[in-house]
């Protein structure tokens, strides 16, 4: 699969090491957005996959977007809480080890009680 010019990817850094990372692109139709979210297999810092879902829906392209076709994990329910509670409505359906998820996302967001990064999309955080 070729990636698109307009993808980009959101990496979230825990003690300078990678644990979780998204590929953000633009589709045909500018109300949808996709994206392929990552984590890194192995224990993670809690917290570490609801800091992915925040910095992708705080993504300029997918604010702009109503609607977020995603792929995460199957099984990884901490993602998927996190796309619930922050969309509008969520369907998923499992393909194989992924989870294709399509959000309806609110124009809206200033009602999220914890509100992810601003527009960071490579996001670091280490033990002070």
Known sequence: MTRSPDAHEIQIEVDGHLVAAAEVSRTDDPEVVRSAMHVESGHLPVGSRTKLVDAVLEDPQVSAAS??????????????????????????RVAGATALVEA?????????????????????????
């Open 67 to 92: 609607h977020l076709a995603a792929s995460v994990p199957t099984g990884d329910a901490e993602l998927l809480d996190r796309i619930r509670e922050r969309a509008r409505s969520v369907d998923v």
């Open 104 to 128: 309806e996302l609110d124009r809206d967001r200033s009602s999220v009680a914890e509100p992810g990064p601003s527009q960071d999309r490579g996001i670091s955080e280490g033990n002070t």
